[in-house]
């Protein structure tokens, strides 16, 4: 057995030669392939809003969703969950797909003169499902269930700009003080700082009121089957990992009541979920459904022209956190040069296959009042000057920079083409790292992060503030103790002109004066200084029958308006 | 085993150098033949039985390939292994591309007269990514095989031959490694050293060896009281010597089955952990990362290409190795051979 030996040598020296042996010359694989290239132009067309129009009661609206966090309004935060509690729940407004602002339990609402105090006026005598009237302190009830030191809420953020919150919340005090009941159909908000864009926070489910039956929030019977004042109501209770099925509140009246008898959730496994949505869709047991990022292309082509597609750019952006504190990336001319670098459009193309559009801007086209296409002149691909402006900043060939993407979520593919490009355009060493999310974020928040981690950010609110102040304000980079920056400003951008004018922004009543400055605030941050990296714009496709249903669109959480829709 | 008394503390050199004398044996020996030779083995002989061994050699090696190829898949494994091989090793040569060039002019096109293959989701020729991959999964996997082997023939003949609280400690310790599953504890590993080839070669030898060492510790425990061994000690050999040279290399037949079956679970272990994401940096054409970016594309028609050229790539390799592991075990098995 001693010739064994010779075996392993023989392998050995295999593997060792495996690794002595490098490259050589090999063909070139760039261009299009001969007779043309097959790629989809960039970016699917939206296809144009539905028209809302009277419909008639029936049908059952079907579609899946993957297991909500919470269906409460005390911790409702997905997508999921917002789609089932918008359903349930009446907050004092209400937007509409296109922005607008509409009434909601609130018939109209006025500030002081700073926007520091909102006096919201309720309509008299509307109802929750168990027959309870909604009045101003059902909301303040519900408000400070959220708030209350023990709730367990994950997105009692919501309500911090409100003074009282902080004490309450610390136990300190028996009432939010901020939350005042004027009268049983006036409800007056006192604001910590001034904010003329409240009311749109109030469109958020945590702050749906709550009726004086409402259980706690640690009491699943209640959570699970929550009372509400929406157009929708609990048909049974929330079966986990199964369904919920809301069914129509035929007492509504705090808007026009909904046309459709029943809503079916069906709780689908995240594994493979969106594929059984398509599945679904197809076999005639869904009435929406998402669909895997490479059926994108296919489904357009099979299901558009049928009239069962929908496309709709939302309230989303894919970015780069670029270090704006630490080299390499600690100057404009260094991170447009990175930007330039990127092939958005070959990415979109190539590797998204014209799912996602390249973003121009970091406030998305979703509000057409402040969005300026092309602010992010740097947001083109231009290798000629992406070297200059590289040259300029000190970012020679050979330059280290992290790029840092969370694993398991599909950023790997596109990264990785971020990687090559990054590479050949401007010479850089990239050290390219995939980590868990947790990761990834702690990595981010740490002191001294530098380079480049992906990112997406969806406003929680519809304002263009909402991208623009978490994103960039120094205000949101909170630095904690130790250095970590416990806020979303990630970038630790920090420029005291564009506080000043989001600042004013927030503070400012008049719409078309208040975008001028969202506007010219991203001017700054954005055009200027490329405080992040705009990357692509997020866009939503579904694939809905519009020949049966009628008022179908989507909403600014991406999904469907329940309250319109209708059988045809 | 704790029961049994520990060995003599090293076996006195005095006076006789340890030569030759029964190193040897090709694994079969009866107790008679080492008796013989060692009865034969008187100083100035020692060259000569060196010399007899030697040229006995093929006989022995020709005896076990007689054994393998009556074993038609192992053959057959044996030759998959022989192109694999080939193909790791003189990877640049054999790739039309750069495994690693990206064209997003071109990407998930279907196998063409330019991209035998097809490409990839980067636009990466996918024949060259498999060649490149192969190149990969040979590195790791028999990397991860011999420093496996190595460690665990190490620790597992100290344990055999030491016994007492050595080769309790060792054996608690190969339990604790051995309860981890394999992936759960690579994960673990690779999260520590952080993403790349060698933490994955790392994370898989340190799950890898205890087996080897257990098999080898087996062997250890009934080859040191064998009558041969027992005539080396009596003459002086050191510890060492008789680890080496008489214990060894009878011992080791049934751990070198086992590396051969371990290159294929380290093959897929590695594509695995690509797979999910932790294993070689997402830009490398892995086979595992392979798969892992066309998962998406598996109901997409015209898209097969993207995930079963992969697929097809790690069930071939593994089954090489498994064939050629149940053959080596047939061939070295002593209880098989052939009146010869």
């Given amino acids: 057995?001693?010739?064994?030996?010779?075996?392993?040598?023989?392998?050995?020296?295999?593997?060792?030669?495996?690794?002595?042996?490098?490259?050589?010359?090999?063909?070139?694989?760039?261009?299009?392939?001969?007779?043309?290239?097959?790629?989809?132009?960039?970016?699917?067309?939206?296809?144009?809003?539905?028209?809302?129009?009277?419909?008639?009661?029936?049908?059952?609206?079907?579609?899946?969703?993957?297991?909500?966090?919470?269906?409460?309004?005390?911790?409702?935060q997905e997508s999921e969950g917002t789609s089932v509690a918008n359903a349930l729940f009446t907050g004092l407004v209400q937007v509409e797909p296109d922005g607008t602002v509409v009434p909601g339990v609130a018939t109209d609402w006025s500030a002081n003169d700073d926007c520091s105090q909102w006096t919201f006026n309720l309509k008299p005598n509307t109802h929750f499902h168990n027959g309870e009237v909604v009045d101003a302190t059902s909301f303040k009830r519900g408000w400070e269930r959220v708030a209350a030191p023990n709730s367990g809420s994950?997105?009692?953020?919501?309500?911090?700009?409100?003074?009282?919150?902080?004490?309450?919340?610390?136990?300190?005090?028996?009432?939010?003080?901020?939350?005042?009941?004027?009268?049983?159909?006036?409800?007056?908000?006192?604001?910590?700082?001034?904010?003329?864009?409240?009311?749109?926070?109030?469109?958020?489910?945590?702050?749906?009121?709550?009726?004086?039956?409402?259980?706690?929030?640690?009491?699943?019977?209640?959570?699970?089957?929550?009372?509400?004042?929406?157009?929708?109501?609990?048909?049974?209770?929330?079966?986990?990992?199964?369904?919920?099925?809301?069914?129509?509140?035929?007492?509504?009246?705090?808007?026009?009541?909904?046309?459709?008898?029943?809503?079916?959730?069906?709780?689908?496994?995240?594994?493979?979920?969106?594929?059984?949505?398509?599945?679904?869709?197809?076999?005639?047991?869904?009435?929406?459904?998402?669909?895997?990022?490479?059926?994108?292309?296919?489904?357009?082509?099979?299901?558009?022209?049928?009239?069962?597609?929908?496309s709709k750019k939302t309230n989303g952006i894919n970015y780069f956190v670029a270090m704006n504190a630490e080299p390499p990336l600690n100057s404009p001319e260094a991170r447009k040069a990175v930007s330039m670098a990127i092939d958005r459009a070959a990415i979109a193309e190539g590797v998204f296959k014209g799912a996602q559009a390249p973003a121009d801007s970091i406030v998305p086209s979703l509000f057409p009042d402040a969005y300026q296409p092309g602010v992010c002149d740097a947001c083109v691909y231009d290798p000629v000057k992406a070297k200059e402006l590289a040259e300029k900043a000190g970012l020679t060939p050979g330059t280290e920079i992290n790029l840092s993407f969370n694993t398991g979520a599909g950023h790997e593919e596109w990264t990785a083409a971020v990687r090559q490009q990054l590479e050949q355009n401007l010479g850089l060493k990239v050290n390219y790292q995939g980590v868990p999310f947790t990761d990834h974020l702690n990595n981010m928040e740490a002191k001294g992060a530098s380079g480049l981690y992906r990112l997406a950010w969806g406003a929680d609110y519809p304002t263009?503030?909402?991208?623009?102040?978490?994103?960039?304000?120094?205000?949101?980079?909170?630095?904690?103790?130790?250095?970590?920056?416990?806020?979303?400003?990630?970038?630790?951008?920090?420029?005291?002109?564009?506080?000043?004018?989001?600042?004013?922004?927030?503070?400012?009543?008049d719409e078309a004066a208040r975008n001028e400055l969202w506007k010219e605030a991203e001017r700054i941050a954005i055009g200027r200084d490329l405080a992040v990296i705009p990357l692509f714009q997020r866009q939503q496709f579904r694939l809905v029958d519009h020949s049966k249903w009628g008022n179908v669109n989507m909403d600014f959480n991406e999904d469907p308006t329940f309250d319109q829709i209708f059988l045809k | 085993m704790t029961t049994l008394p520990p060995p003599p503390e090293g076996t006195p050199a005095a006076g006789i150098p340890p030569t030759e004398p029964f190193a040897d044996p090709d694994g079969l020996h009866s107790a008679g033949q080492t008796d013989q030779r060692a009865a034969s083995a008187v100083e100035g002989k020692t060259v000569a039985t060196r010399r007899r061994r030697r040229s006995?050699?093929?006989?022995?090696?020709?005896?076990?390939?007689?054994?393998?190829?009556?074993?038609?898949?192992?053959?057959?494994?044996?030759?998959?292994?022989?192109?694999?091989?080939?193909?790791?090793?003189?990877?640049?040569?054999?790739?039309?591309?750069?495994?690693?060039?990206?064209?997003?002019?071109?990407?998930?096109?279907?196998?063409?007269?330019?991209?035998?293959?097809?490409?990839?989701?980067?636009?990466?020729d996918m024949y060259s990514a498999l060649v490149y991959g192969a190149r990969l999964a040979m590195v790791v996997g028999i990397g991860t095989m011999l420093m496996s082997v190595i460690v665990g023939v190490a620790f597992g003949a100290l344990a055999g031959y030491k016994r007492g609280w050595v080769d309790a400690v060792i054996m608690r310790f190969t339990d604790i490694l051995l309860a981890f599953p394999l992936l759960v504890g690579a994960i673990f590993v690779v999260r520590i050293f952080g993403q790349g080839v060698l933490p994955v070669v790392i994370a898989l030898v340190i799950f890898?060896?205890?087996?080897?060492?257990?098999?080898?510790?087996?062997?250890?425990?009934?080859?040191?009281?064998?009558?041969?061994?027992?005539?080396?000690?009596?003459?002086?050999?050191?510890?060492?010597?008789?680890?080496?040279?008489?214990?060894?290399?009878?011992?080791?037949?049934?751990?070198?089955?086992?590396?051969?079956?371990?290159?294929?679970?380290?093959?897929?272990?590695?594509?695995?952990?690509?797979?999910?994401?932790?294993?070689?940096?997402?830009?490398?054409?892995?086979?595992?990362?392979?798969?892992?970016?066309?998962?998406?594309?598996?109901?997409?028609?015209g898209n097969e290409h993207l995930w079963l050229a992969p697929a097809m790539a790690i069930v071939i390799t593994t089954l090489a190795f498994a064939f050629v592991a149940d053959g080596l075990r047939d061939a070295l098995d002593p209880k098989l051979r052939g009146g010869n």
Avoid at chain 2, 66 to 85: F, P
Avoid at chain 2, 266 to 288: K, N, T
């Fill in chain 1, 464 to 509: 263009p503030g909402n991208y623009l102040i978490p994103l960039m304000a120094t205000s949101s980079i909170k630095l904690d103790a130790e250095g970590k920056v416990t806020g979303n400003n990630y970038s630790r951008y920090s420029n005291p002109e564009f506080d000043a004018l989001v600042a004013r922004a927030s503070a400012t009543k």
């Fill in chain 2, 208 to 301: 890898g060896w205890p087996t080897s060492a257990r098999l080898m510790r087996g062997q250890t425990l009934a080859l040191r009281e064998s009558e041969y061994v027992e005539a080396a000690r009596s003459i002086g050999a050191s510890d060492t010597r008789i680890v080496l040279r008489h214990i060894l290399p009878n011992a080791i037949a049934p751990v070198v089955v086992y590396a051969f079956t371990s290159v294929g679970v380290v093959v897929v272990a590695m594509a695995s952990l690509s797979f999910l994401g932790v294993g070689v940096p997402a830009d490398v054409p892995e086979w595992g990362r392979l798969i892992s970016q066309s998962y998406n594309f598996i109901r997409v028609p």
């Fill in chain 1, 154 to 310: 994950e997105v009692s953020y919501h309500l911090d700009v409100i003074q009282g919150y902080e004490e309450f919340q610390a136990g300190q005090a028996p009432e939010m003080t901020g939350v005042q009941v004027a009268s049983a159909n006036q409800l007056v908000v006192n604001l910590v700082q001034p904010d003329c864009e409240f009311p749109l926070r109030t469109n958020h489910p945590a702050l749906s009121p709550a009726p004086a039956a409402v259980g706690p929030t640690s009491d699943p019977n209640y959570t699970d089957a929550p009372i509400g004042n929406g157009p929708f109501k609990m048909d049974g209770k929330w079966e986990h990992d199964k369904g919920i099925r809301l069914v129509r509140f035929e007492e509504y009246d705090a808007g026009p009541k909904a046309y459709l008898d029943a809503i079916e959730f069906t709780i689908l496994n995240p594994q493979n979920g969106v594929q059984l949505e398509t599945d679904g869709f197809k076999a005639g047991t869904f009435d929406w459904a998402r669909m895997p990022t490479p059926l994108i292309g296919p489904n357009r082509a099979e299901f558009e022209p049928q009239g069962k597609w929908l």
């Fill in chain 1, 1 to 76: 057995m001693r010739r064994s030996r010779t075996g392993f040598a023989v392998v050995a020296l295999g593997a060792a030669a495996a690794m002595v042996l490098t490259g050589c010359a090999q063909r070139s694989n760039q261009g299009a392939p001969e007779g043309g290239s097959a790629q989809p132009s960039v970016g699917y067309p939206e296809t144009p809003p539905v028209e809302v129009v009277p419909g008639k009661p029936g049908g059952v609206f079907r579609l899946g969703i993957t297991e909500p966090t919470a269906i409460d309004p005390y911790n409702v």
């Fill in chain 2, 56 to 124: 006995g050699s093929p006989g022995a090696l020709a005896d076990i390939w007689s054994r393998y190829k009556r074993n038609k898949l192992a053959v057959a494994g044996l030759v998959i292994v022989a192109v694999i091989l080939f193909m790791a090793i003189f990877q640049p040569f054999l790739t039309p591309y750069d495994p690693f060039e990206q064209n997003l002019l071109n990407t998930t096109a279907p196998p063409s007269a330019d991209h035998i293959l097809g490409t990839d989701v980067l636009g990466r």
